[in-house]
Antibody
C-alpha cells in the first residue's frame, strides 16, 4: 500500500524558512517523480513543484509564485521528499501535500499545515 | 498558463438526483484532464483521469466526458457520501487546477 506522510509544518514569521518532509513507503520511491501541492485555507489546489527521479536527471520544476524561494529535493536512501521554503510570505500559508507524479495524482499524503504570520 | 474554470460554483441537489459539473479550459488540453473529490479535512481523491477513465475503486455512478476545452463530470445518482468539493485538473501544460465546485445537500 502506498503511504505518504508529510511533516515539518508549523508557524513561521514572514521572511522565515521551513523545511517540509514527506516520508514514502509501499512503492519504489527512487523510480518515481514527486510533486508538492498546496491549498490555502478555504481555497483551491495549487501545484508547487516537482522533482524527477535520479535516473531521469533528478531535475526540478516550480510554479511561478515559489520559483527562486522554494527548493525540492529527495533522499532516495531514506525514501523521503523535501520542500525547503525560504523567504516565506503570508500568502504561502497553506496545507502542503506531497503526491506521486506522474499524472494523475492518485496518491496523496494527509498534508501538513504551514502558517506564515507575524 | 492554462486556466480551468469550473461551473457552477455551488450545486445544491438531493440524494438520488443527477449532478452535472463542468470544467472549461482556456486552451485545449486534449484529454489530459482529471477530476478529484475532496471532503473537509481530507486530501483530494482521484476520480477520473484522461477525461473519461475511472480511477481504481471509483463507483460506476461517476463518469467523465469531453476533450479539448470542455469537460463534464456526471454523478448519475447522488449518494450521501458524494457531497463534497470537486476539482478538475490538467497536465497538458504544466499543472493547473480549477477553482472547485461545491456539491451540497439541498
Amino acid at each position: 500500500e502506498v503511504r505518504l506522510v508529510e511533516s515539518g509544518g508549523g508557524l513561521v514569521k514572514p521572511g522565515g524558512s521551513l523545511r517540509l518532509s514527506c516520508a514514502a513507503s509501499g512503492f519504489t520511491f527512487s523510480n518515481i517523480w514527486m510533486s508538492w501541492i498546496r491549498q490555502a485555507p478555504g481555497k483551491g489546489l495549487e501545484w508547487v513543484g516537482r522533482i524527477r527521479s535520479k535516473t531521469e536527471g533528478g531535475t526540478t520544476d516550480y510554479a511561478a509564485p515559489v520559483k527562486g524561494r522554494f527548493t525540492i529535493s529527495r533522499d532516495d536512501s531514506k525514501h523521503t521528499l523535501y520542500l525547503q521554503m525560504n523567504s516565506l510570505k503570508t500568502e504561502d500559508t497553506a496545507v502542503y501535500y506531497c503526491t506521486t507524479d506522474p499524472w494523475p495524482f492518485d496518491n496523496w499524503g494527509q498534508g501538513t499545515l504551514v502558517t506564515v504570520s507575524s | 498558463e492554462i486556466v480551468l474554470t469550473q461551473s457552477p460554483g455551488t450545486l445544491s441537489l438531493s440524494p438520488g438526483e443527477r449532478a452535472t459539473l463542468s470544467c472549461r479550459a482556456s486552451q485545449s488540453v486534449s484529454n489530459y484532464l482529471a477530476w478529484y473529490q475532496q471532503k473537509p479535512g481530507q486530501a483530494p481523491r482521484l476520480l477520473i483521469y484522461d477525461a473519461s477513465s475511472r480511477a481504481t475503486g471509483i463507483p460506476a455512478r461517476f463518469s467523465g466526458s469531453g476533450s479539448g476545452t470542455d469537460f463534464t463530470l456526471i454523478i448519475s445518482s447522488l449518494e450521501p457520501e458524494d457531497f463534497a468539493v470537486y476539482y478538475c485538473h490538467q497536465r497538458s501544460s504544466w499543472y493547473t487546477f480549477g477553482q472547485g465546485t461545491k456539491l451540497e445537500i439541498k
